[in-house]
């Protein structure tokens, strides 16, 4: 059983958009209530005690009583876990101090067990609607189904003022049928990713393109008096775009993540530290731009759905100048030598493919200890296989040159 989340665009009514919105606020209101309660805690007390219930009961906050109950309490469940992390000493990643949460950030969200909505009888695939407790069924479009059982259900606004339903469900993933063939890629920026069997992506610099668009309706809205309408509407065009290059790019890497696990049971990459490199102002664009951890965090995740082997070699592995045929290493390369000849075996290189094939190697050699016989071997073997389809999407085709 695997967990797997679907995410569906939801169309509200004015009405029910108008008590989603009560929704976020309330469980806002009681997630601030709980963080100053923990910052204003004293060893000497008396410290107040706060939940959903006790603001529910103050004549105060009266209005708690005619929002999703379920989503208080989630929340204040959500706390009770971060709180008990932050205290967690075995944790390696140690997590911040408890943050408020700002009424202006515009993404808001709350989450409801799908044990208080019956499963998965809240949601009508047949008539494309979701049914949460305490509002009438909310328009939702579904693409694609689900079969496991719902475990949870997400509602959240983004910036846009779009609302979506996102759903976790327990899922019986069938794994995907061997292929016998393996790949490295290699991250770049002139091309995304450079693979092994020689195949480049191009990176597709829409942040670039749509960057221009942005900064004039970001000076646009500077110009605007803060707090007024017109001030806001130019906000909400700015968002629209960040929105615009967001989907975009999710586009394309889960068009790439999906074909990479479809054709190749052992996917290995380099582990970067992407963030080391942002500090270098100069590529700091670009890099983000192709934000690369988000693309190796579909390809993991979606490797482990399928049964895949997703492997990141060591960093600093110098996977472009030593030669993938015989492994002699070759002398200092300026970054301007696209092309290059093996010295040793005379094998003609593509700087890119080869540096790829070396972490295909240096992956498959982590894996499996091969020896460099059995490596060559496994090369053979794979060689004798037939092609790999190309993306299906033509969008996606188009976006793909050859070695
Ligand atoms: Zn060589």
């Known amino acids: 059983m695997t967990y797997k989340g679907y995410k569906y665009r939801a169309y509200p009514t004015k009405e029910q958009a108008e008590f989603l919105n009560q929704n976020f606020g309330c469980v806002r209101l009681l997630w601030n209530k709980l963080v100053s309660a923990f910052h204003s805690w004293s060893p000497v007390g008396p410290n107040p005690f706060v939940s959903e219930k006790t603001l529910?009961?103050?004549?105060?906050?009266?209005?708690?009583n005619d929002v999703i109950s379920y989503a208080l309490q989630q929340k204040r469940i959500d706390f009770d876990e971060t709180k008990k992390q932050y205290f967690n000493k075995k944790r390696k990643v140690k997590i911040g101090k408890m943050k408020f949460k700002s009424k202006h950030s515009n993404r808001d969200s709350f989450k409801i067990p799908g044990q208080a909505l019956g499963y998965n009888?809240?949601?009508?695939f047949e008539k494309g609607s979701i049914k949460l407790t305490?509002?009438?069924?909310?328009?939702?479009v579904i693409d694609r189904e689900f079969s496991g059982r719902l475990i949870s259900v997400t509602v959240s606004r983004n910036p846009s003022g779009q609302y979506f339903v996102s759903v976790l469900v327990e899922e019986e993933i069938e794994l995907k049928q061997n292929t016998g063939r393996s790949i490295g890629i290699d991250l770049g920026l002139t091309h995304l990713g450079i693979l092994s069997n020689g195949l480049k992506f191009q990176n597709p610099r829409w942040f670039r393109e749509s960057q221009a668009k942005l900064k004039k309706a970001q000076q646009h809205m500077s110009r605007k008096t803060k707090g007024s309408n017109r001030r806001n509407k130019q906000r909400l065009k700015v968002a629209r775009i960040y929105q615009k290059i967001t989907n975009q790019r999710n586009w394309f890497h889960h068009n790439l993540s999906s074909w990479l696990v479809d054709n190749f049971d052992v996917i290995c990459m380099e582990d970067l530290s992407v963030k080391s490199m942002i500090k270098n102002?100069?590529?700091?664009?670009?890099i983000s731009d192709a934000s690369w951890s988000s693309l190796a965090s579909m390809i993991s995740y979606k490797s482990n759905w399928y049964g895949r082997t997703f492997h990141k070699i060591d960093r600093w592995y110098p996977s472009s100048k030593t030669c993938s045929c015989c492994g002699v290493?070759?002398?200092?390369?300026?970054?301007?030598?696209?092309e290059w000849t093996c010295s040793s075996c005379n094998t003609h290189h593509d700087r890119d493919t080869n540096a790829a094939q070396n972490i295909r190697n240096k992956g498959l050699a982590d894996l499996y200890s091969l020896t460099s016989d059995e490596l060559a071997d496994y090369r053979r073997r794979e060689e004798v296989r037939p092609e790999v389809e190309l993306p299906r999407a033509s969008s996606m085709k188009r976006l793909v040159d050859l070695y």
């Open 121 to 124: 009888s809240c949601i009508d």
């Open 134 to 140: 305490k509002m009438t069924p909310m328009k939702l």
């Open 56 to 64: 529910k009961n103050n004549p105060e906050y009266d209005f708690m």
């Open 329 to 338: 290493k070759a002398e200092e390369m300026n970054m301007s030598v696209r």
């Open 281 to 286: 102002h100069s590529l700091a664009k670009s």
